[in-house]
């Protein structure tokens, strides 16, 4: 089982960045390859068990599950639904802790997920970049103003 992990600092106060990262719905808001998000139903977007619907910037389509959010512990745990990625059972979570050194963020998301052998190097690469290190950098920039 693939496994993709990526961590980073983030110089602001915890409060902040899960203030920022905290709604379901609100990847549009800080990610730059999203171009938008609705969550089916109606549903709150803080609501365990709502499904959010979102596209790239280039077009594909992401469903994925909220599965868990804890505003105590700070981290949102998800699972995709629907990818264009060659991948199953994909379950990911994004976890904010306090530094107190500095009241910077210390932030860490990490997947795991089934797929192909010959999918594999390429996918934890892929999400790695592009999706998880692309929204820290988005995080710090935002954060930087």
């Not at 139903?41 to 599965?67: A, M, T, W, Y």
């Not at 910077?104 to 592009?130: H, M, P």
């Amino acid at each position: 089982m693939p496994r993709v992990y990526i961590s980073s600092v983030i110089d602001a106060p915890a409060a902040k960045v899960w203030d920022k990262v905290r709604d379901f719905n609100a990847l549009p808001r800080w990610h730059p390859r999203i171009r938008d998000s609705r969550i089916e139903n109606g549903e709150p977007s803080d609501k365990v068990g709502c499904v959010r619907d979102f596209h790239l910037q280039n077009g594909d389509r992401i469903r994925e599950k909220l599965l868990g959010l804890s505003d105590y512990d700070l981290f949102c745990t998800y699972a995709i639904l629907e990818s264009p990625m060659p991948l199953t059972d994909y379950v990911a979570t994004l976890r904010i802790t306090p530094i107190t050194d500095g009241d910077r963020t210390f932030a860490e998301w990490s997947a795991d997920f089934e797929c192909a052998e010959a999918d594999a190097e390429d996918l934890v690469a892929g999400i790695g970049a592009n999706v998880f290190q692309g929204g820290f950098d988005a995080l710090k920039r935002h954060f930087a103003r």
